[in-house]
């Protein structure tokens, strides 16, 4: 069994803040791949799904942001799942808004649920980062994070939440690279322009 885990805050307040689109990538998944209804367990929100050949709970954190780890640690412990098949999807402030990353191990970059998780398990779990670019002024990044998506953004957000749904299979199967690259390659066939200086230039008319 694997453990799929989106990153957010709990309750209405929260849900479509930038903060929460780990949340909202895995809603994604649980959709496309006909999970289970979600029920509270571990301190957090969980459905069973299987995707391609592999067993996956996937995992909503509900303890808030900061501990996050005590929702993973509990279920990876319960399942004895081994933390390189734990994988987080979180937003991420230094990619541009509609970019995704793909890597195993490494630092926190100071996301609070990184932090948390790492304190609780270890820091070798895989890490989907989903870009939601930064703000113009540093000081302003809780305000951001803690902000909603824009009416504008939220297009690019069901479009990259869905296609990292859609190739959750080749995640599951450890083929890494061959879903970053499906993932952005949809991205780009939707019209979806990512620059260097973080801003998605909307989609073009052709």
Sequence with gaps: MQLIVGLGNPGSRYAHNR????????????????????????????????????????????????????????????FKIPLNDVTVFYDELDLPPGKMRVKTGGGTAGHNGLRSITAQCGSG????????????????????????????????????TRFCADAADLLVAGREASFQNKVHLAMEAEGWQVEKQAVLLPKSDT
């Design 19 to 78: 903060h929460n689109i780990g949340f909202m990538c895995v809603d994604a998944v649980a959709r496309r791949w006909n999970a289970s209804p979600w029920r509270r367990r571990f301190h957090g929100e969980t459905a069973d799904a299987v995707i391609g050949d592999e067993k996956v709970l996937l995992l909503k954190p509900q303890t808030y942001m900061n501990e996050s780890g005590h929702s993973v640690a509990e279920a990876q412990n319960f």
């Design 125 to 160: 779990f895989r890490r989907v980062r989903l870009g939601i670019g930064h703000p113009v002024d540093r000081n302003a990044v809780t305000y951001y994070v803690l902000g909603d998506f824009t009416k504008g953004e939220r297009e690019w957000v069901e479009d990259i």
